[in-house]
């Protein structure tokens, strides 16, 4: 651990706090456009403006010099991002905005079961009973029975998993290559993955929905930014925490702008999942092992 991780907590609390502001102001901007839109073409075109902001990382791409296999590993993780980016916004103009954040959080869950299945880590008992725990506590938010479970919900069950296999390759990526090359190809083999999806169903947007997808392009990109500078300033076990305060903001947002209303059941299934992802975190700490449970704002688009 470097000094800045070590004496620079504050610092890495205020830009996680900043992170989760504009994480949660992408999706209240998703949700205000609504589904006039297909959700492939909203996500098209939100990556493909994006790309202006990479402009800065060219000279990067013109000097790597990626093997086959990295190739093959990009495309693998641009199409599993694809599908999670598709999913995600279809249920974002679908489901309240505290249905999707708090299922978001099952992503980290779905990376320790991958990381035990594909990269040899070990599932310890305590893991399980981790895991087990965030997954009752998707059962808490769906309430399977006692209403009705829609196609926005199990888009976002789908695109948790579609995000963990996205981050799992960008772990054996990182190790491998420049972080700035792991980001542009993912931007890259994303717009590419959903041209086909977004022209195959194209509805022709209007210029208000263009400013605003623009915008949701713009706080993503600084959400990812201001991330890296929290990572940079303190250790993930400091910075996870705070990314918790999603949940409240999505609440909030939802009830107060979009009058959604708040489901007491969505908050405590989502602070069950949220318990389970710290302890993980927490734990991975204790034990000196390299953290490999993402901070939640990790996972998203």
Not at 36 to 47: G, H, K, V, W
Request: net charge positive.
């Amino acid at each position: 651990m470097n000094d800045l991780q070590t004496y620079r907590p504050v610092k890495g609390v205020f830009w996680m706090f900043v992170t989760g502001l504009l994480f949660v102001a992408v999706t209240a901007l998703v949700k205000y456009n609504g589904t006039r839109i297909p959700a492939a073409e909203s996500a098209f075109l939100r990556y493909s403006m994006g790309l202006v902001f990479l402009l800065p990382m060219i000279n990067a791409m013109r000097q790597s010099q990626l093997t086959t296999r990295q190739h093959k590993l990009f495309w693998l993780r641009g199409i599993a991002h694809t599908g999670g980016v598709s999913l995600w916004f279809y249920a974002m103009a679908r489901i309240p905005i505290a249905d999707v954040t708090a299922m978001n959080y099952l992503t980290p869950i779905y990376v320790t079961l991958g990381a035990a299945l594909f990269l040899g880590e070990k599932l310890a008992l305590r893991r399980i009973l981790a895991v087990v725990a965030a997954l009752v506590g998707a059962l808490i938010i769906l309430r399977p029975g006692f209403r009705e479970v829609g196609m926005g919900h199990l888009a976002m069950l789908f695109a948790a998993v579609f995000f963990a296999t996205s981050y799992l390759v960008a772990k054996l990526m990182s190790d491998e290559t420049n972080p700035a090359i792991v980001v542009t190809m993912l931007s890259i083999t994303v717009t590419i993955g959903l041209a086909p999806l977004a022209l195959a169903n194209w509805v022709t947007p209007t210029a208000s929905e263009l400013v605003v997808l623009f915008a949701v392009a713009a706080l993503a990109t600084g959400g990812h930014y201001t991330m890296s500078m929290a990572f940079a300033a303190a250790p993930v076990t400091v910075t996870q925490p705070v990314s918790f305060l999603q949940l409240v903001w999505a609440v909030l947002l939802g009830a107060v702008v979009f009058g959604e209303g708040v489901d007491p059941w969505v908050v405590i299934g989502g602070l069950v999942i949220i318990s389970s992802i710290a302890f993980i975190t927490m734990r991975e700490a204790v034990l000196k092992r390299k953290i490999r449970t993402p901070a939640v704002p990790a996972t998203k688009f």
